[in-house]
């Protein structure tokens, strides 16, 4: 199992920008997959942005050319740099990861950071 803990959240006004980090428990070189999901209320949870263990990518369309993920291997985080924040970009902001142990595939998430974006 890998724990993870996201921080960065808060509020910010239209156009402004926010940086979120998901500490994890183990080196993030050996998650394979590390992603950035979402959930407002009444929505659905749906990814963001993620990152493979090979370097590999993938943004949701609304938020390509605005937000930016990343591994940061000193800190042993993955950031998700946000830009040009919108109104629609307010949500729970949750970070998982896919990884095997052992043999054993394990998926885990994170326990939630709130955006706010609002004037």
């Known amino acids: 199992q890998v724990q993870l803990v996201e921080s960065g959240g808060g509020l910010v006004q239209p156009g402004g920008s926010l940086r979120l980090s998901c500490a994890a428990s183990?080196?993030?070189?050996?998650?394979?997959?590390v992603g950035w999901f979402r959930q407002a209320p009444g929505q659905q949870r749906e990814l963001v942005a993620m990152?493979?263990?090979?370097?590999?990518?993938n943004y949701l369309d609304s938020v390509k050319g605005r937000f930016t993920i990343s591994r940061d291997n000193a800190k042993n985080t993955v950031d998700l740099q946000m830009n040009n924040l919108e109104p629609e970009d307010t949500a729970v902001y949750y970070c998982?990861?896919?990884?095997?142990?052992?043999?054993?595939?394990?998926?885990?998430w994170g326990q939630g950071t709130q955006v706010t974006v609002s004037s």
């Open positions: 998982k990861s896919v990884s095997m142990i052992s043999g054993i595939l394990s998926t885990d």
């Open positions: 183990r080196p993030i070189s050996t998650l394979n997959m």
């Open positions: 990152t493979s263990s090979v370097g590999l990518t």
